[in-house]
């Protein structure tokens, strides 16, 4: 994974566990005293390895810890991209060209990214499905990455998944409203990592 994802976790974290939190959770996760960089690679189980940790050492579940944590990053991707976003668009117009506008262009530009498969159907002007495939399964943060992006447009979503992954479904399948309270039910956020 990126390091950009490492160095936004690592922020994260500061921000909500002191800088003491991030030693304590790197320490945990096994990998000690270690520094990232946005321009390099590291391997996805590093970043797993950080986000257990982390979710366990601040008592939160999985689930709740990754929505946080892509509720941050949301916006901050967003603003890295900027350029590339039409400025017409709202929340779900983005969300159905995040695959063509973002991720190829992510995918054209650095040929170790890998981000996930988002392919989007808009059921009516309102709401959304996201189809969402990736072997990382992190379906969790997607839903914080979409609440950060709507937050950022200043729109509230409600989003439900129907199907997950880690229930062994083949792929995810996030259904996003608009104009509701932002507020994510699932079968259950401690499900995740729990089949592998
Ligand atoms: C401007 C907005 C966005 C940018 C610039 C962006 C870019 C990226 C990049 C660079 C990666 C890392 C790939 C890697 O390290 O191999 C990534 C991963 C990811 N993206 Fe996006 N993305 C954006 C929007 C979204 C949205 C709206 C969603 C979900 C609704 C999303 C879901 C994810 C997830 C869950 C990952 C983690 C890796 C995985 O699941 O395999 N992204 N994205």
Same mark, same amino acid.
């Given at each position: 994974m990126l390091g950009f994802f490492f160095t936004e976790i690592r922020q994260y974290v500061r921000d909500n566990m002191g800088e003491s939190g991030w030693v304590e959770v790197m320490d945990h996760a096994g990998l000690g005293p270690k520094d990232y960089m946005n321009g390099l690679d590291y391997p996805d189980k590093e970043m797993v390895a950080i986000m257990v940790? /982390? /979710? !366990?050492?601040?008592? /939160? $579940?999985?689930?709740?810890?990754?929505? =946080? &944590?892509? &509720?941050?990053? =949301?916006?901050?991707?967003? !603003?890295?991209?900027? $350029? @590339?976003? !039409? $400025?017409?668009w709202r929340s779900l117009d983005f969300f159905e060209n995040v695959e063509e506008t973002i991720h190829q262009v992510v995918r054209a530009r650095n040929r170790k990214a890998r981000p996930p498969q988002l392919l989007c159907s808009r059921i009516? *002007? %309102?709401?959304?499905?996201?189809?969402? %495939? *990736?072997? %990382?399964? @992190?379906?969790?943060? /997607?839903?914080?990455?979409?609440?950060g992006v709507a937050g950022y447009y200043g729109e509230e979503i409600e989003i439900l998944e129907e199907t997950c992954m880690h229930r062994g479904d083949p792929s995810c399948k996030i259904w996003i409203a608009l104009g509701k309270k932002p507020e994510i039910k699932r079968v259950s956020d401690d499900d995740i990592w729990s089949d592998d």
């Open positions: 940790s /982390a /979710a !366990n050492l601040s008592g /939160a $579940p999985l689930g709740h810890f990754l929505k =946080g &944590f892509g &509720f941050f990053l =949301g916006g901050h991707l967003f !603003n890295s991209f900027k $350029p @590339l976003i !039409n $400025p017409q009516t *002007s %309102r709401e959304l499905f996201i189809d969402y %495939r *990736s072997e %990382r399964k @992190l379906c969790q943060l /997607a839903q914080g990455i979409a609440l």
